[in-house]
């Protein structure tokens, strides 16, 4: 099967999946009611089905009492979604299995680094497609008896990806180029993406104090819960040339993809969380309807 042709899903299959994957590490904000409410519109219009899946597998910083406010802003907003819902951190040893094949591949190697470290050595200039610092391959090339002492001694590693062995072995098995469809909001094919996994440098696949990275657990409940549309930011639309290079070496299913765009604030800022950007709850405690917050992310016109 060729990368491009046939694993992409097309319209003649019966059943369209979408999914609404938020994870609970704060409040919903706008965008999130943006990411929410165009992934229901294009589910109805396309007479396809909704899931929502709970990104909690990192466990410091999402909690229950967010899950929960999560699913009341959803159903304020008029959103349904099919039972039960997947939560990931219930799924932890399945990702570990799905890493533990890239490890068989020879396509990880443990790191200890801390973001200090690699702050100390990153080089100026080299960022990845987010703006962080590109990984300087630090522990690469780590001598054996030293990765067994430290592993000995109980320090935390993540598990990166060998990014260009990777992408060597993923041409052999799929020898296309590896691209993705970008769908525009009515559901047309935009464009044939050319996916550059390559400016992520040595991505992590499993955090140090996870069995798995956003990158790998996503691409697997997409493929595990054939979801046929992923929909999403702007955001994340770089991080799509690493879910397709992991679609590839796993064998995973390709989606079709739509990244909206974003919201930004007066000083050109996405929303987030962080910046303390009007959560749901609160705009929805000051008197919001539904049909405002459809009419503030944009989607409606006044
Ligand atoms: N969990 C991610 C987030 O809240 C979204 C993941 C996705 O849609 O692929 O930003």
């Known amino acids: 099967m060729t990368v491009g042709q046939s694993t992409h899903y097309n319209a003649i299959m019966s059943d369209l999946i979408f999914r609404f994957a938020p994870s609970p590490n704060g409040h ?11 992934t229901r519109d294009m589910a109805q219009e396309a007479g396809g089905r909704l ?30 979604w099919e039972k039960p819902v997947r939560r990931q951190s219930e799924h932890l040893p399945l990702y570990a299995d799905y890493a533990a094949r890239l490890g068989e591949m020879g396509l990880l190697y443990p790191c200890f680094a801390s973001r200090k ?38 320090e935390p590693f993540a598990l990166r990806l060998d990014m260009e062995k990777a992408i060597a072995t993923a041409h052999v098995m799929s020898p296309a180029p590896l691209t993705f469809q970008e769908l525009d909001r009515n559901m047309e094919v935009g464009e044939t993406v050319l996916a550059n996994p390559a400016r992520w440098g040595d991505a992590v696949i499993a955090r140090k104090n996870s069995t798995t990275s ?7 409940d997409d493929a595990l819960q054939s979801v046929t549309h992923v929909t ?34 007066e000083k050109g800022h996405k929303l987030s969380k962080r910046h303390g950007d009007k959560s749901l709850k609160s705009l929805r405690s000051e008197g919001a309807t539904s049909r405002d917050i459809r009419q503030l992310a944009g989607i409606d016109r006044k």
Request: charged content about 30%.
């Open 28 to 38: 919903l904000h706008l965008g999130h009611a943006l990411s929410a409410l165009v």
């Open 232 to 265: 999403r930011g702007r955001d994340l639309y770089a991080a799509t040339d690493i879910h397709r290079l992991l679609q590839v070496l796993l064998g995973l299913p390709v989606p079709l993809y739509h990244h909206h765009e974003l919201l930004m604030d």
């Open 51 to 80: 899931l929502l899946r709970i990104e909690d597998i990192d466990t410091e910083r999402c909690r229950l009492e967010f899950e929960t406010q999560i699913l009341e802003d959803l159903e304020w907003l008029g959103l349904e």
């Open 117 to 154: 470290d690699i702050a100390a050595q990153a080089v100026q200039g080299k960022t990845d497609p987010d703006g962080a610092a590109l990984y300087p391959n630090l522990h690469k090339d780590m001598p054996e008896e030293e990765v067994a002492r430290r592993k000995k001694e109980g």
């Open 214 to 220: 956003y990158h790998l657990s996503v691409v697997v």
